[in-house]
């Protein structure tokens, strides 16, 4: 059965505070943390690696969801696994052998999943969904964050969802958008039929840990209404 979670993406956190950032957010209700890793080919930024998500791991006991926006990313699905990864999820655009790497997540002890772009259509998912965990949909163009949501994001989740259905796997794989949340669109994009919320600037809005809890709460405060 899918679950509801709130993950901060610690990319627009202030890196000089991370850890009572980090700490402020869990206080505040989030079910997780969301890592996004960059490696300036796949998308143009370049933001951290396993040995970063191994250190949070080491100090906080939480569901840690791990997106690799990187070139060959079945390279280094093994080294974020070990560095206590809970979830890995790799991009359609970037993976040839999808179905290989999605095996190999799972057989490492983690969740699988796999993202698409903007652009990409959900059709291009039907194959890999009975062997994934969930879906993660960038509702933004990946690479950078604070960027808006783009509204036919909605469309799309709701055609996945519909997808799911049919090929009755609603209640085995989650999905997972992550890309322009804010407090006044969340409730659409949970209507929709997302299931884990992926949050950035809108709770790094400060670099000051009790806004930082108090932003996590109200995000959590209206996901539970869909619990």
């Known amino acids: 059965m899918v679950e509801k979670k709130l993950l901060p993406s610690i990319l627009n956190a ?26 300036g080919h796949f998308v143009p930024n370049l933001t951290f690696g396993a040995s970063v998500v191994g250190a949070v791991a080491k100090r906080v006991n939480t569901f840690i969801d791990s997106h690799l926006m990187v070139e060959e990313p079945s390279r280094w699905v093994e080294e974020f696994v070990k560095n206590r990864s809970n979830a890995v999820s790799v991009h359609w ?5 999808l179905h290989r790497t999605v ?10 999943g796999v993202v698409i ?6 059709e291009v998912l039907e194959e890999i969904l009975p062997f994934s965990d969930f879906v993660l949909v960038m509702s933004v163009n990946p690479g950078f964050g604070g960027q808006k949501f783009i509204s036919t994001s909605l ?7 519909n997808l799911l259905v049919k090929l009755g796997l609603e209640e085995k794989v989650s999905i997972e ?19 884990w919320i992926v949050v950035g600037s809108a709770i790094f809005s400060s670099s000051d840990a009790k806004e930082v809890e108090n932003n996590t709460k109200r995000f959590k405060e209206v996901l539970e209404k869909f619990l």
């Open 14 to 39: 202030d890196f000089w505070n991370l850890e009572e950032l980090i700490l402020a957010t869990l206080k505040g209700g989030a079910d997780g943390l969301h890592m996004d890793v960059m490696d």
């Open 177 to 195: 958008v992550d890309g322009g949340i804010k407090l006044n669109n969340i409730e659409d994009v949970l209507k929709a039929g997302a299931d």
């Open 117 to 122: 772009n903007p652009a990409t259509p959900v």
């Open 155 to 161: 469309r799309k989740i709701e055609k996945l969802k």
């Open 103 to 112: 095996s190999l997540i799972k057989s490492l002890g983690a969740k699988a």
């Open 93 to 97: 655009e970037a993976e040839k052998h």
